[in-house]
C-alpha cells in the first residue's frame, strides 16, 4: 500500500471512511435485497411445485423408493399403477433413485437420520442384517395379523429365512433369485461330451476340455467361480458351505468342511488367466453393473446364473453369440439334492415411516399374496420368481414354464431343504464382500484357501 | 530478397509444425471421443464385438430417440438450466464479493481465514453427509434443490472464491490506491474498478458453474425426492439401466449430455480466454 | 502489521507495512473486510462447521448414522492405526496423487502453451482439448476401459502391432494406478483453460520490455510467463490435491464388483471410507478416517501456501 505521507493520508481515509460507509451501506443493503428476493423466489416456487400431493386426506400416501430402471421399471410401474387401482384407501408414488456407484444407500441412511424417510424401500440384500441389527428398519411381525397372521407359511423358506433377523420380520422379496448351471450346447458336442455332467467331477472334466487358451490368449472358457459378484457365496449352498457358525455364533468357515472343499475346488482354477478373463467380461459388457456376459456372447460353456438369463439377457442380445441351443441343469455340487442359494430383492419399510402397516400391506402385495392371478402374469415378464409357491400354479406362470423348458430346474431348488438363505448378521455385508475378495484372491494365488477362509472369518467377526 | 523469402520459409515452417503438433495431440485426446460417438450409433451387438467394429454399419440413428423417449428429457434439461441460472447468480455476486475481501483489502486475520476457507475442501463429502442432510431437514430445505442453490450466495463455491481471489491478486494495488485517495470507498472500487477488469475471470466462473450443474449428480440425488424435478445427470444415469448395459445408448446418452457444453464452449471461449490483454496500467515510480 | 504472501524483499516489506496507519484506520479496513467477506462466514458457521464438529465427535464414538452414539475414545483410531487396509487405501491414494499433481500440472500447462500458440484454427483445437473433461463421468470411464481392456481394447491392438507389451491395464496389480492416473490425465480441460486465460492475462508490455533484450522463447517462458502464472498455479495445484485426495467416483464405476481392483491396488482412501459408513454402517470409524485424512492434507496444504511466499508473485503486492 503505497501512502504519501503518514498524518495526512490518515485524514484522507478518514473523511472518505464517512462518507463513503454511509454510500457502501445503501449499496449493500440493495444488494442484499436482491439477494433475499431470489432466495425467496426459489423457495416460493419450492413449496408451490411440492404440493403436488394428493389432496384426499382420507388416502393413505406411501412413497416407494426403488433403484430399477429400463423394463424392470416398466413392469414396476404397471404393479403400481394396478395396486392403487385395487386399493382405494392407499397411493403409492414410485420414484426411481438412479444407482450410481451404490451412493442411493447413501441418500436412505440420510433420510432415516433425518427422520423423514421412504415409506418402503427396495434394499440390496446383503445390507439387510446391517440394517436390522442397527435399528434403521421396521419389525413388520406387528402387522403379521388378521388376514396376514398365515404370510410367513405363505412364503418359501429361503424367503422368511432371508428376511428375518432375531425372530423379527424385517424384509419381504420381491423377487427372489434361483441358481442353476446354463451350459452351451454347441461348445459341449465340440468339446466331445455328450451328456450334460451329473456329478462334479464330471462338470470338472467337461469344463477341462472346454477351456482354449493359446498363446496366454483366452479363445473359450469352460466353467470359471468367476467374481463379478458370484464367487464363493453363490455355489455355497451346493457344498453344505453357506452358513458356517461355531457354538458361540461366530463365523467359521475356517472349519467348516464344506467351506474347505468349496474354496479348495475353487482353488483348482487358479491355473487360468484371472486378468485376461476379467477384461474379457468388461468387454462383454458387465462394467458398471451391466449383465451381458460372455456366455450370451456364445464364449462360455457352463455359467451359474438365474431366469433372467435365459429369459433377458440371451434374447436381448440377439443370442446370435449363443449358437445352437442352450440348457440349465442343477448344479452338481456336494451335497445330496438340487440347491440355491436364497436371496433376492427385498423390500423393507425404514424406520420412521409414516404408514408401516400400509407400507407391509404393499409389500406382500407385490410378493403376491393374495394377488396370485396379477402376479402371475406379470412374474414371467420379468423372469422373478415370486415370494410364494402358490404364485407359480398360476395358469399364466404355469404357461411360461411349459413354453420355456429350460426353467425347469429353477422353482424345485427353492423348496429344496438344502437351499438356505444367507444368516441375517450385523455383518453380512463385510461378509459378502469378503467372500468376493478371497474368491477373487485365491483365483490370483493372492491367498491360500486356508488363508481366504481366515479372512472371511476374520471380516465377519470383527 | 533472399533474406526475406527465406525468413518468410521459415515462418511457414513454424506455422506448418505448430499445426503438427497440435493436430497430433488433437488425435492422441479425440479419438476417444470418436470412439464414443461412434459407438453411439451402433447396434448393441456390433459394440460388443471382438475384434472392434469401428465403423457401424447401418447408422442406427433411432438410438438418440430411443433414449431420449425413456426419460422426460425436456423436463430434466429445463431443471438443469434452472439449477444453473440460479447457482450462477449466487456464485457471482458471493464469491466475487468474498474474493474482493480477501485480495483487494488489506486486514489482520486475512489470510489465515483464506486458507481456513481453502481448508474446507479438504473434508471428504461422505463424511459430513449425514450431519449436514439434518441442518436441512430441520430447515426443511429437502426435497428440493435450495440444499444445493441457497450455500451458492453463501460463498459455498469455494472455487470460484479462490480463482477469482487469486486472479484479483494480478491487479496492481496501485489502481486501488489511486481510486481511495480520489475517494472511492471499497464498494465503488469493487464494482466500477476491479469487477470490469476481472471479466474473463467472471467469464470463467460462469462456465465453470454452469459445467459443474451439467454434470453433478450427487446432489441431486441426495437432496431432490420428486422425479419430476430431477437435472438431466439423473436422467442420463436413470438410462444407464441397474440390470442392461446397453453401450450404444450409454454412449448416445453421453454425447447428447456432451455436446451442447461443446457448443457452448466453442462460442464463448473468446469472451473469458483471449478478453482484456492488457493487464491494468503498470506503475511507474 | 500483517504478513502477506509476498515476495519477500526488504524493500518490499517496508512499502507493504506503511508506518502511521491508526489503529482506527486499521479496525476499519478489518470491518470492511470482514464485510465482504460475511456471506462465506455465514454459509461457514450455518453450514460447515456443525458437520465438521459432528464429524470430529462421531470419531470418538461408536455411532452407525442413526441412533444415539456411545463415547469410546480413542479405539477407532487405535484400530485404524492397525487396519492393513487403511495403510493400503492411504497409500495408493498418496501414490496417485504424488504422480498425478506434477504430472497435471505439467500436461496442463503445456496444452494452454500450445493452445495459446497464433494458429489458424485455434477455436477448434481448444474445444477438442477441452472436450474430455465435460464427458459425464461414468462414460469417460467406460471408454477409457474400453480402449485399454488388455482383450480387445485399440490400444494393446497397437502396442502388440508394434511388437511392445501390452499390459493388463486397470486389471493388473501393477499397471492398474498408471492407468487411473492416463485417465486423470486425459480430462485436464479444467486447469487447461485457468491457465489459457492465465496466458492471456499476461500484460504484453512484459514481453515487449524482454524482447527489446533479445529473449529467446524459452528465456520469455521462464523469467516472464511463468513468474506471471504463479498465482494460477498454486490455484490449480490446491485444486488438484483436493481432487486426487478424494479420488472416487471413477475408482467405483471402473472396479463396479470387483471394489479395489486386482489385489488391493486401486483402493482408494474414499472409497473404503464410504464402504465403512455406507455399507457397514460404522460412522465413527469411517468418519475417525475422514479427520486422519483432513489433517494430512492440511498439512500439506499449509505447506504449500507457506511455499507459496517463495515463488508465487502477486502484481498486487508489488510496486
Known sequence: MNHRGGEAADAVERSNGARSHRRKWLKQRRLAKVTTAIATAAVVSAVGMGSAAVANASVVNLTWWTMWSGSTLQLLNQMTTQFNKTHPGIHVTETNIPSVATTSTAKLLASIAAGDPPDIFTEWWPEIGEFAADGDLDSLNPYLTGPYSGFEKWEYPVAVQGGTYKKQLYAVPMGLNSWALYYNKSILTKAGVTTAPKTLAQLDSDSAKEWVVTNGKIQQIGLYPDTAGNGFLFYASFFNALNCFNSAGKYAYESCPGAKTLMNWIASFDKYPYAQLQAMQTAAGTVAGGQTDLFTAGKQGFFLSGPWEGAQNIPQSGGKGLQGAFGVIPFPGTVGAPSTIGQGNFNIVPKGSAHPQQAFEFMSWLAGYQNEAFMGTIDPKGGWVPGGPSVTKQPAYQAWLKANPWLDPFLPQMTSPYSQAPALTPTQAEVFNAMNTATANVLQKIQTPAQALQYIDQQGNS | ?285 | ?319
Not at chain 2, 496501485?174 to 481510486?179: G, I, R, T, V
Not at chain 2, 424435478?229 to 447428447?256: E, H, I, K, R
Not at chain 3, 500436461?107 to 500458440?117: E, K, R
Not at chain 3, 460404522?282 to 475422514?290: D, L, V
Open chain 2, 1 to 285: 530478397m533472399r533474406a526475406n523469402s527465406s525468413r518468410a520459409a521459415r515462418k511457414t515452417m513454424r506455422g506448418l509444425s505448430k499445426q503438427a503438433v497440435l493436430i497430433v495431440v488433437s488425435v492422441l485426446l479425440g479419438f476417444p471421443l470418436l470412439w464414443m460417438v461412434l459407438t453411439s450409433l451402433k447396434t448393441n451387438p456390433q459394440s460388443l464385438a471382438v475384434p472392434v467394429v469401428w465403423w457401424p454399419h447401418p447408422f442406427k440413428w433411432s438410438n438418440y430417440p430411443e433414449f431420449l423417449s425413456a426419460v422426460p428429457f425436456y423436463r430434466y434439461f429445463l431443471n438443469t438450466l434452472l439449477y444453473a441460472a440460479v447457482t450462477i447468480v449466487g456464485v457471482c455476486v458471493s464469491s466475487s464479493l468474498v474474493a474482493y475481501g480477501f485480495s483487494r483489502i488489506r486486514w489482520r486475520g486475512r489470510d489465515v481465514l483464506f486458507q481456513v476457507m481453502v481448508s474446507t475442501l479438504l473434508i471428504p463429502f461422505f463424511a459430513t453427509l449425514i450431519p449436514l442432510f439434518v441442518i436441512y431437514k430441520d430447515l426443511h430445505w429437502v426435497g428440493w434443490y435450495l440444499p444445493l442453490m441457497i450455500p451458492t450466495f453463501l460463498g459455498s463455491s469455494v472455487f470460484s472464491t479462490f480463482l477469482l481471489r487469486q486472479f484479483f491478486m494480478t491487479i496492481p494495488e496501485a489502481l486501488s490506491d489511486a481510486a481511495r485517495v480520489d475517494g472511492a470507498n471499497e464498494f465503488y472500487i469493487y464494482s466500477r474498478i476491479i469487477l470490469p477488469m476481472a471479466k474473463p475471470a467472471i467469464a470463467t466462473v460462469i462456465l465453470f458453474q454452469f459445467i459443474y450443474c451439467w454434470n453433478d449428480y450427487i446432489g441431486p440425488l441426495i437432496y431432490i425426492n420428486n422425479q419430476v424435478w430431477y437435472p438431466l445427470s439423473l436422467g442420463l444415469y436413470q438410462v444407464l439401466g441397474t440390470y442392461t448395459t446397453n453401450w450404444p445408448w450409454v454412449m448416445a446418452a453421453a454425447t447428447a449430455a456432451t455436446a451442447p457444453i461443446v457448443v457452448l464452449f466453442f462460442f464463448t471461449q473468446r469472451t473469458f480466454i483471449e478478453g482484456i490483454a492488457v493487464q491494468g496500467t503498470g506503475v511507474k515510480g
Open chain 3, 1 to 319: 502489521m500483517q504478513a502477506t504472501t509476498s515476495l519477500a524483499s526488504p524493500a518490499t516489506v517496508a512499502r507493504t507495512s506503511p508506518r502511521g496507519l491508526s489503529r482506527q484506520i486499521r479496525r476499519r479496513h478489518t470491518r470492511v473486510g470482514l464485510l465482504f467477506v460475511s456471506p462465506w462466514i455465514i454459509g461457514f458457521l450455518a453450514f460447515f462447521v456443525y458437520p465438521f464438529f459432528a464429524t470430529l465427535y462421531y470419531s470418538f464414538t461408536n455411532f452407525n448414522g442413526v441412533q444415539t452414539a456411545h463415547v469410546i475414545g480413542f479405539t477407532n483410531y487405535v484400530n485404524l492405526f492397525h487396519d492393513p487396509l487403511f495403510k493400503t487405501s492411504l497409500f495408493n491414494t498418496f501414490y496417485y496423487t504424488a504422480c498425478e499433481l506434477p504430472l497435471s500440472t505439467v500436461v496442463a500447462l503445456g496444452l494452454a502453451l500450445l493452445l495459446n500458440m497464433e494458429v489458424k484454427g485455434r477455436a477448434i483445437y481448444r474445444t477438442v482439448f477441452y472436450i474430455p473433461s465435460i464427458v459425464p463421468t461414468v462414460a469417460s470411464c467406460l471408454i477409457f476401459v474400453w480402449i485399454f481392456n488388455p482383450a480387445s481394447g485399440i490400444v494393446n491392438d497397437l502396442l502388440t502391432g508394434a511388437h511392445l507389451p501390452g499390459p493388463n491395464w486397470f486389471f493388473s496389480i501393477a499397471w492398474s494406478k498408471p492407468s487411473f492416473i492416463l485417465l486423470g490425465l486425459w480430462g485436464l480441460g479444467q486447469p487447461m483453460v485457468i491457465y489459457l486465460a492465465g496466458l492471456q492475462s499476461v500484460p504484453r508490455e512484459m514481453y515487449e520490455v524482454v524482447n527489446l533484450d533479445g529473449a529467446k522463447p524459452w528465456q520469455r517462458l521462464r523469467y516472464v510467463t511463468l513468474p506471471m502464472l504463479t498465482p494460477v498455479i498454486l490455484f490449480n495445484v490446491i485444486l488438484q490435491l483436493v481432487l486426487c485426495i478424494a479420488y472416487f467416483t471413477q475408482a467405483q464405476v471402473i472396479e463396479n464388483a470387483d471394489v479395489g481392483g486386482p489385489g488391493t491396488s486401486t483402493w482408494f482412501y474414499v472409497q473404503y471410507l464410504y464402504q465403512e459408513a455406507f455399507e457397514y454402517l460404522k460412522f465413527g470409524y469411517s468418519s475417525a478416517m475422514a479427520f486422519c485424512l483432513f489433517v494430512i492434507s492440511a498439512l500439506i496444504m499449509v505447506a504449500l501456501f507457506k511455499s507459496s511466499s517463495r515463488w508465487v508473485y502477486y502484481a498486487s503486492e508489488q510496486q
